[in-house]
């Protein structure tokens, strides 16, 4: 007969502080308003409420989970709950209360440990050779290596692994982190000696989306797609970097496009579309912001302000509302701006990277003709002004400039001689240049501005290298079929790859200046991937940062 393991601790009992103080002929309504609170994500959740000799409550009650994760979610989602302006939860576990109830009083010198230092997780920002990383997938090898574009010199090995990853890698938002996926999840990698920093367990895990300040990460399965537990749902996961804690679960929805969560720049909410509604959820808590979601009647679309809490969406309307576009603060739910977008169908959002301008490409209907047009919003003028630009041929790319006000629409009937265009935000919007019959369908600006590569992905596979400050060409390569172009983070280099993804044969990649001289070709049989290592925001001022430039040639010779 097999022993009984019985229990040890009291870790599945919380403790919640500050519920109403009632009498007992209330205290069955109150018991059943507890009771269902906390049986909402745990139907074996039991409740117990101390009562004093009058039969009234004492201020305090008992919640015992069937399980710890429960346990864990029962804490996260009671603490700091307002039942009413006059009763917030506090929540503790029953272990943490007896110890603080057995602690002494008297006081007790702790013991010094020995610092041991925590892992710099952006130690490769020190090189004194001042070079950027990338990593590789090529057959079932994961490299990161340092970029060295030497004639003749292989890229510097930083790290080679061989089954690193079973599908793809990425990078966290700042660079910290390196993420691999195998069969049972993903794991989260870094600093100098390149150990794991976290796992997250995820069967079927296929998509991944950071949080921007890189505390949180979200995984996708879709093998959870139609067949999910709706009580414990396993689809989707909002997951504690650090902590490697589950925050919530969510199904995956009608709305298959990724990422479905869309992040607010300070990782503080995600937002989701849903059947005629928005929903905005706090996070780390992941409750529903004010408890109910926005309505917003066929909306399709979401996004947020890179720079601040303005949350963007477009609803098509019906019968009884025409189609609008609503600009909103959170958390407040305050309408900022909103516009009638008249016999509008669809409408796609592009926030410049500084958040000062909205940028709307709007498809509208009138009987059988389809028509285009752009109307760009200046996000940080009173009453937000509103530019319109209309376009006769139809946009089939749309790209702002970094650290600036230009942007590139191209545009065309035929794919092979698409025309490009240069507008600038001023007064009004100002058309700069066309470049016409251009054999390109992708623009990639350089993250610093001042220089855009016009690419055909996947197609003919040229490139055009264009300083738009000079309107001209500075140079011109092919790489026939290749299906992605990316920039370094300095704006120094670019790489085009063709990967075993989209062609099973001629797999490699390209390194380009920024000027569009070749510096670097590699053939790797089933090449898959390469990503640039990201690198954090400058701690400087947008003041600070122009005032380097400005005084930048007596700095070179200060440090020559």
């Not at 006059?86 to 029953?94: A, G, L, Q, R, S």
């Not at 990338?134 to 340092?146: A, N, P």
């Not at 910290?176 to 367990?201: D, E, M």
């Not at 919007?429 to 220089?451: D, V």
């Amino acid at each position: 007969m097999e022993d009984i393991q019985l229990q040890k601790g009291f870790s599945k009992i919380i403790v919640v502080d500050n519920i109403p103080i009632v009498t007992s002929e209330k205290f069955d309504k109150l018991s059943k308003v507890l009771g269902n609170f906390f049986k909402k994500w745990s139907a074996g959740a039991q409740v117990t409420i101390p009562q004093d000799e009058n039969g009234s409550t004492k201020g305090f009650m008992f919640v015992e989970f069937p399980t710890k994760e429960e346990t864990e979610k029962g804490i996260l989602k009671a603490n700091n709950y307002p039942l009413d302006a006059k009763h917030i939860f506090k929540v503790n576990t029953y272990d943490e209360m007896k110890r603080i109830l057995e602690t002494s009083e008297e006081y007790k010198a702790p013991e010094l440990q020995p610092y041991e230092p925590r892992e710099n997780f952006q130690e490769w920002l020190l090189d004194d050779r001042e070079m950027d990383q990338y990593v590789m997938r090529y057959g079932d090898q994961t490299e990161v290596v340092w970029n060295d574009v030497r004639p003749g010199e292989k890229p510097e090995s930083v790290v080679k692994r061989q089954g690193w990853s079973d599908l793809y890698v990425n990078w966290s938002p700042k660079g910290s982190y390196l993420l691999t996926i195998y069969s049972g999840g993903v794991a989260l990698w870094g600093g100098q000696k390149w150990s794991k920093v976290n796992r997250f367990v995820h069967t079927g895990v296929k998509l991944v989306d950071f949080s921007p300040c890189e505390r949180y990460l979200i995984t996708a399965s879709p093998q959870y797609q139609t067949n999910d537990n709706p009580e414990d749902p396993q689809c989707i996961i909002v997951w504690d970097i650090r902590s490697g804690r589950k925050l919530r679960g969510f199904r995956g929805g009608s709305n298959t496009q990724w990422p479905v969560f869309k992040w607010s720049f300070d990782g503080n909410y995600i937002a989701r579309v849903g059947e005629d509604v928005v929903s905005v959820y706090n996070v780390p808590a992941m409750d529903l912001l004010d408890k109910k979601s926005i309505k917003a009647i066929g909306v399709k679309e979401v996004s947020w302000s890179p720079t601040e809490l303005l949350l963007t969406y477009f609803s098509p309307g019906d019968e009884t509302q025409k189609p609008t576009i609503v600009v909103t603060e959170i958390p407040s739910k305050k309408e900022r701006r909103s516009k009638t977008l008249f016999d509008a169908t669809e409408c796609k959002l592009n926030w410049h990277p500084n958040g000062t301008y909205l940028c709307l490409k709007i498809d509208r209907q009138k009987k059988k003709t389809t028509t285009q047009g752009f109307e760009v919003f200046r996000i940080k003028e009173r009453d937000m002004p509103i530019e319109l630009l209309d376009v006769k041929d139809t946009a089939h790319a749309f790209a702002w400039e970094p650290n600036g006000n230009r942007f590139a629409v191209i545009h065309g009937k035929s794919a092979r001689s698409y025309d490009i265009s240069f507008y600038v935000v001023e007064k009004t919007i100002k058309l700069l240049k066309t470049l016409e019959k251009r054999n390109a369908n992708h623009l990639s600006w350089s993250p610093q501005g001042h220089y855009i590569v016009l690419a055909g992905l996947n197609m003919s596979g040229s490139l055009e290298f264009f300083n738009v400050d000079d309107m001209e060409t500075m140079g011109t390569a092919d790489h026939f079929n290749n299906s992605s172009i990316e920039w370094d983070p300095t704006g120094r280099y670019v790489t085009s790859v063709l990967s075993h993804w989209r062609h099973p044969i001629e797999n490699g990649y390209n390194i380009y200046s920024f000027k569009g001289t070749l510096l670097k070709s590699v053939l790797e049989d089933k090449f898959y991937q390469l990503l640039w290592r990201p690198r954090p925001p400058t701690p400087l001022s947008d003041a600070e940062v122009q005032e380097i430039k400005k005084n930048l040639d007596s700095y070179g010779d200060k440090y020559k």
